[in-house]
């Protein structure tokens, strides 16, 4: 079973930014969180994951609160491109990823 | 980064023949490898987890004999719909990692049509 929860979508217009909330308060301490998205009939893409540090790269932010039982990420200026399933996932023992519902992000014009 | 190429992207084959499905880690030996199947507006449902040279572990539910998996080497997974059947049609998709704390990364998915 997937260890976090996700509103199952939302809507953002363009060139604002796009906060997307998880919940994953039954992870252990040393579970990492991961964050990918799919567009539509491709596979997943790899965004960004973090521990406990709140992480930045080329395409996100991702904030993880200091209890670790949520995150956020955060894509600064959304783009018509950006629309997309957002999964927060976190590895199940065996290093298993297991998909919730998801995030369907709607980037409106 | 890491690249997993998976190949067919599209496969259509009649009912009652077997189809291969190729996922291969690129520029990474990938310790572990995923197999999800995804039907429409669904989200990814994980069939099998393989570990190379040895058996694969499969979910609950997901028959073993039909969906063969083979992890020979470590940068190639091989799944085979043996005996594919019209409710076989899905979208199935491959991951690798090389372990856990480096990351996931996917395939671009294999659209498996049956007819």
């Known amino acids: 079973d997937a260890k976090t929860t996700q509103p199952p979508s939302m809507d953002c217009a363009e060139g604002r930014a796009a906060n997307l909330p998880c919940n994953h308060s039954t992870i252990s301490g040393n579970e990492y969180v991961y964050w990918y998205r799919q567009i539509h009939s491709q596979g997943p893409q790899y965004i960004i994951h973090g521990l406990k540090n709140n992480e930045t790269n080329e395409m996100a932010s991702l904030i993880i609160t200091e209890d670790r039982k949520s995150s956020t990420l955060i894509l600064p200026h959304a783009t018509l491109r950006d629309t997309a399933v957002y999964y927060c996932?976190?590895?199940?023992?065996?290093?298993?990823?297991?998909f919730g519902g998801g995030t369907r992000l709607m980037v409106k014009p | 980064g890491a690249v997993v190429s998976q190949h067919p992207s599209r496969v259509i084959c009649k009912s009652g023949t077997s189809v291969k499905i190729e996922c291969r880690s690129l520029?990474?030996?990938?310790?572990?490898m995923f197999w999800y199947r995804q039907f429409p507006k669904q989200s990814l449902m994980l069939m099998a987890t393989?570990?190379?040279?040895?058996?694969?572990?499969?979910e609950q539910g997901v028959e073993k004999d039909k969906f063969l998996i083979n992890h020979a080497s470590l940068t190639l997974s091989t799944l085979t719909v043996a005996s594919a059947h019209p409710e076989d049609s899905s979208f199935y998709i491959c991951s690798a990692t090389r372990d856990g704390n480096y990351g996931y990364t996917f395939g671009s998915g294999t659209r498996l049509t049956v007819v």
């Open positions: 996932i976190s590895p199940n023992a065996g290093n298993m990823l297991t």
């Open positions: 393989s570990n190379e040279g040895s058996k694969a572990t499969y």
């Open positions: 520029d990474f030996q990938a310790t572990t």
